[in-house]
């Protein structure tokens, strides 16, 4: 069984802190690096569920998607909800690693995952400087309503599902993908000259403006479900890691939708 330490060095060659955004909070939160690790679980949030999960697998090390701290705190109290994961994870000896925008910029790195998961051809990055996002061409062209179906089908369920903006009907051959939340990236889906843009956490007035200007289909998925094939891409790089250093490492992925809406409901009529 490997140390923390060693496990954890194999992780940043994975995803270079460095490579980090300066506001993000990435690494490990918790753990003593000299503990052995024989069991790791992968995850996009580090919350409660995902903490009581590891200890039922018997886990030795969680590492997630989005920190635990983003801004930072002051205390660590139980009686905070965030104080009471990291009681339980050191309670349990289980250690806690982080890897934020450092695996959205890595390559492969998120949306290389989300690109997976929809069957895309990579064809390249959508933000060239950063290695943010991703251009990707689909093998046979089909209709934007079709390509949002598709999304719908391979990406895990949640209660948004997935949304679209721009005519259902509407060819796509290229499109941009990019995990998590994207409309900040619209300057570069139009420079990319693609026909969708699939993502998450869209607001109104970008997608408004955006379909306005140009004939872009839009497909907005759930932030957790665009990142959770992250999780089977990460929790495979390990596993092939641990094959090389003969670790004989079990590494797990949570199936648990820690995504924060619980339901959907359709409006039934016409605003007042």
């Not at 719908?152 to 721009?166: E, H, I, K, S």
């Amino acid at each position: 069984m490997p140390r923390l330490s060693e496990v954890i060095a194999e992780l940043d060659a994975l995803w270079p802190p460095d490579r980090a955004e300066q506001w993000d909070a990435v690494g490990t939160v918790c753990g003593d690096p000299d503990a052995r690790v024989g069991r790791v679980l992968f995850a996009v949030d580090p919350v409660q569920e995902i903490v009581d999960e590891a200890v039922s697998l018997g886990a030795d090390l969680i590492v997630t998607h989005h920190p635990l701290y983003l801004r930072g705190t002051t205390t660590v109290a139980a009686g905070h909800f965030k104080g009471r994961v990291v009681h339980d994870l050191i309670k349990n000896d289980i250690a806690l690693h982080v890897a934020h925008t450092n695996a959205d910029t890595a390559d492969p790195g998120v949306s290389d995952a989300l690109a997976g998961a929809l069957d895309l051809r990579v064809t390249g990055p959508l933000v060239p400087e950063n290695g943010l996002g991703r251009i990707c061409e689909l093998d046979h062209p089909e209709t934007l309503a079709e390509f949002a179906a598709r999304a719908a089908a391979r990406l895990p369920a949640t209660a948004q599902g997935v949304r679209v903006a721009g005519d259902p009907g509407m060819t796509v051959r290229r499109v941009a993908v990019s995990g998590g939340s994207g409309d900040s990236l619209f300057d570069a889906v139009r420079a990319a000259g693609v026909d969708a843009f699939l993502t998450s956490d869209l607001r109104h007035h970008p997608v408004s403006e955006a379909t306005q200007r140009t004939p872009l289909g839009l497909v907005d998925a759930a932030h957790w479900a665009t990142e959770w094939p992250w999780c089977e891409q990460a929790a495979a790089q390990l596993d092939a890691i641990s094959d090389r250093h003969g670790w004989d490492l079990r590494v797990h992925v949570s199936k648990t939708v820690t995504d924060p809406w619980s339901s959907h409901h359709t409006s039934p009529g016409a605003p007042n």
